[in-house]
C-alpha cells in the first residue's frame, strides 16, 4: 500500500460526498498508482462494506476491467493448485495407513 493510502482517504470521502460515485474514487487510487488491493481497503474504510462487497465491486469496476481476465485466470489457477495438492495430501495419508 502507497505510503500516503491514510491521507488519501478524505479526498476520497470528499469525493463520494459530492457528485462523484465510487467509480470515480477507484479511478483516482488507481492514477496515482495504488493496486487494486489498495482499492478495495479504501472502498471498505469509505463505505463501511465488508471484505466480499468490496472485492466484487472493484473487480466489477470499469476502473479496474483490464485486470479482470488476468484475475480469474490466476485465481482459478490458484484454486486447482490448492485441490491437486489436497488430492495428494489425501494420497500419501491413505498410502502411509
Avoid at 479526498?11 to 492514477?31: K, N, P, T, Y
Avoid at 462487497?53 to 490466476?74: G, N, P
Avoid at 490458484?78 to 494420497?91: C, G, L, N, T, Y
Wanted: aromatic residues 10%; hydrophobic residues 35%; negative net charge.
Amino acid at each position: 500500500m502507497n505510503s500516503d493510502f491514510e491521507t488519501m482517504l478524505p479526498a476520497c470521502r470528499e469525493m463520494l460526498s459530492g457528485q462523484d460515485g465510487i467509480e470515480a474514487v477507484l479511478f483516482f487510487l488507481r492514477g496515482r498508482g495504488y493496486f487494486k488491493t489498495d482499492a478495495i481497503k479504501a472502498l471498505m474504510a469509505l463505505t463501511g462494506c465488508g471484505l466480499k462487497e468490496a472485492k466484487r465491486t472493484v473487480h466489477f469496476s470499469q476502473t479496474w476491467r483490464d485486470r479482470r481476465k488476468a484475475d480469474e485466470e490466476l485465481e482459478s489457477m490458484f484454486w486447482d493448485e490448492v485441490i491437486r495438492w489436497a488430492e495428494e495430501s489425501k494420497s500419501e495419508r491413505s498410502e502411509n495407513d
